[in-house]
């Protein structure tokens, strides 16, 4: 079952963004905060464009993964800009002060990008203006859930206007890359530094 997201959803879909964040791997071991990545990639969404996030479900009603996104790339930048990062910098400060934790590599890159969020691509947001993120946990994946989700979201952003999407998959994540082309992605760039991989769609 596929269903809207509400902001009731937040601490479940933060998890899920935690368990699949290294590659779509546990990222726990990797942060000593666990609602860092969450901040940073399922949060500014519940904020900022709610109508377009969904969630699946289980038999049991249990939230198995998520699919979140924008139809706009720059506006949501400037959005996040206004109504997301500044609070966020305040409760995590670029360094660590007395008395917080020490962090970890993984977490002290997320503060960083709270601070400094990446501006968007105007060319790629011209051709392209649509993002998204979907994280769907291990034990849910093969069951046509993934797709569901993508459908589903890919139709809400096209009814928002959106005439083309765009997304970034961590390159070493071979499954989700053969799964977006199955979906009909196709490359847009590829960091030269290794960082991730752009995959596009367009929405007619």
Known sequence: MIRSTTPADAPALYRICLLT??????ASALHRDPDLL???????YLRVTPAIGLVALGDQGEILGYAVGSPDSVAF????????????????????????PTRTAADQRLVDMIHHPPDPDLGLAARYPAHLHIDLLPRAQGRGLGRLLMDELLTGLHEAGATGVHLGVDPTNRAAIAFY???????????????GITLVHRLA
Do not use: N
Not at 21 to 26: L, Y
Not at 38 to 44: A, D, L, S, W
Not at 83 to 96: E, I, V
């Open 21 to 26: 964040g290294d590659a779509g791997a546990d």
């Open 38 to 44: 969450g901040e940073v990639y399922v949060g500014p």
């Open 77 to 100: 930048a400037a959005a996040c800009e206004a109504t997301w990062w500044p609070d966020l910098r305040a409760r995590y400060p670029r360094q660590g002060g007395p008395g917080q």
């Open 181 to 195: 082309e199955h979906l009909g992605f196709s490359h847009w760039d590829h960091d030269p530094a290794g960082h």
